[in-house]
């Protein structure tokens, strides 16, 4: 796939004549996603079994938010060795080595217009409880041996059928235009490398809770991997933004509470299961996150 895509890129990117001199690059290779890089032109093959319409009607809601999400090059995926692939424009992400800079603001502002959009009709759910359902279904067919895997499935099997992808989510939660899996790896700058943030991936776009867009910093906070005062910028940000997903001021984790959890889940249960797979122990940051998963079916003391 990554030969094929790469030589896809290099035709979106230069449809007249080759570029042989042009930086090109795999940045992702998994089995949910395929990305590379051709010059400015960036493809990606989705995951396998993705609804080539559902992904249009996606692109096309990119296509109409330039000032939120990245658009992207072509308005509809095109079928390659069995997969769909999209063209991007390339964009600067943020970079790891620096925490410090992370743009908290940014992400928070945008997807609280994300959450202001009204959705178009015919778009698709949002994908992120069924993505943390199928985190956890792979955990008890790959780890089921590992001693945190238990640990997980009781907290999972604690959360409410809508965080587990089984039912509707209750009208009272609200319903919004969502990210689906929102995280700084979803922001780049574009264009490179000094433009405006914009967020990407819109593989999970679609209407659901808004708060689910908020769990993830959410989860790292009540576990102790993100700083209060990075939590507070984030946080703060969505609401001078007028985010729907939280009340203008107070307590935000009645609504951020459940969503909390099942991001926690999700994310240790990818953990376990790399892990697993790799052969290798746990790390710190993932051991917190399976500590975190195990207080929530011990009796409440706080948040997570």
Same mark, same amino acid.
Do not use: N
């Given at each position: 796939?990554?030969?094929?895509l *790469?030589?896809?890129?290099?035709?979106?990117?230069?449809?007249a004549?080759p570029?042989p001199?042009?930086a090109t690059?795999?940045?992702a290779?998994?089995p949910?996603a $395929?990305?590379?890089?051709?010059?400015r $032109?960036?493809?990606?093959?989705h995951?396998p079994g993705?609804?080539? =319409?559902?992904l249009r009607?996606r692109?096309?809601v990119?296509?109409?938010?330039p =000032?939120?999400?990245?658009?992207?090059l072509t308005?509809?995926?095109t079928?390659?060795?069995?997969?769909?692939v999209t063209c991007?424009?390339?964009g600067l992400?943020?970079?790891? %080595?620096?925490?410090?800079?992370?743009?908290?603001e940014?992400?928070a502002?945008l997807t609280a217009?994300l *959450? %202001? $959009?009204?959705?178009p009709p015919?778009l698709?759910a949002?994908r992120?409880?069924?993505k943390?359902?199928l985190?956890?279904?792979r955990l008890?067919? +790959?780890?089921?041996g590992?001693p945190a895997a238990p640990v997980l499935?009781?907290a999972?099997a604690?959360?409410p059928p809508?965080a587990?992808? =089984?039912e509707?989510?209750?009208p009272?939660?609200g319903?919004?235009l969502c990210?689906?899996?929102? *995280?700084?790896?979803?922001l780049?700058?574009?264009?490179?490398?000094?433009?405006?943030w914009?967020l990407?991936?819109?593989?999970d776009?679609g209407?659901?809770?808004p708060?689910?867009?908020?769990a993830?910093p959410a989860?790292?906070?009540?576990?102790?991997?993100?700083?209060?005062e +990075?939590?507070?910028r984030?946080?703060?940000?969505?609401?001078?933004?007028?985010?729907?997903?939280?009340p203008?001021?107070g307590d935000p984790w009645?609504v951020?509470?459940?969503p909390?959890r099942?991001?926690t889940?999700? $994310?240790?249960?990818?953990?376990v299961t790399?892990a697993?797979?790799?052969g290798?122990?746990?790390d710190?940051? +993932? +051991?917190?996150?399976?500590d975190a998963?195990g207080?929530m079916?011990?009796?409440?003391?706080g948040?997570l």
């Amino acid at each position: 796939m990554p030969a094929d895509l *790469h030589a896809h890129a290099r035709a979106a990117a230069h449809p007249a004549a080759p570029c042989p001199g042009c930086a090109t690059g795999t940045l992702a290779d998994r089995p949910d996603a $395929t990305v590379v890089r051709h010059h400015r $032109t960036v493809a990606k093959a989705h995951a396998p079994g993705t609804a080539p =319409e559902e992904l249009r009607r996606r692109l096309a809601v990119a296509a109409a938010l330039p =000032e939120i999400l990245l658009p992207p090059l072509t308005p509809a995926p095109t079928a390659l060795d069995g997969r769909q692939v999209t063209c991007w424009p390339l964009g600067l992400p943020v970079d790891p %080595r620096d925490p410090g800079a992370a743009p908290w603001e940014d992400a928070a502002t945008l997807t609280a217009r994300l *959450h %202001r $959009t009204p959705p178009p009709p015919g778009l698709p759910a949002m994908r992120g409880p069924r993505k943390a359902a199928l985190a956890v279904a792979r955990l008890a067919a +790959e780890a089921p041996g590992h001693p945190a895997a238990p640990v997980l499935l009781r907290a999972w099997a604690a959360l409410p059928p809508w965080a587990r992808a =089984e039912e509707p989510a209750p009208p009272e939660l609200g319903a919004a235009l969502c990210h689906g899996d929102l *995280h700084l790896g979803q922001l780049v700058r574009h264009p490179a490398p000094d433009g405006p943030w914009r967020l990407i991936d819109v593989d999970d776009l679609g209407v659901g809770v808004p708060a689910w867009d908020l769990a993830r910093p959410a989860s790292w906070f009540a576990c102790g991997l993100l700083p209060a005062e +990075e939590w507070q910028r984030f946080l703060g940000a969505y609401r001078a933004a007028r985010g729907p997903a939280l009340p203008a001021d107070g307590d935000p984790w009645p609504v951020l509470d459940v969503p909390a959890r099942a991001l926690t889940v999700q $994310t240790a249960s990818r953990s376990v299961t790399k892990a697993v797979l790799a052969g290798r122990p746990l790390d710190g940051a +993932e +051991e917190a996150l399976v500590d975190a998963c195990g207080r929530m079916t011990a009796p409440r003391t706080g948040v997570l």
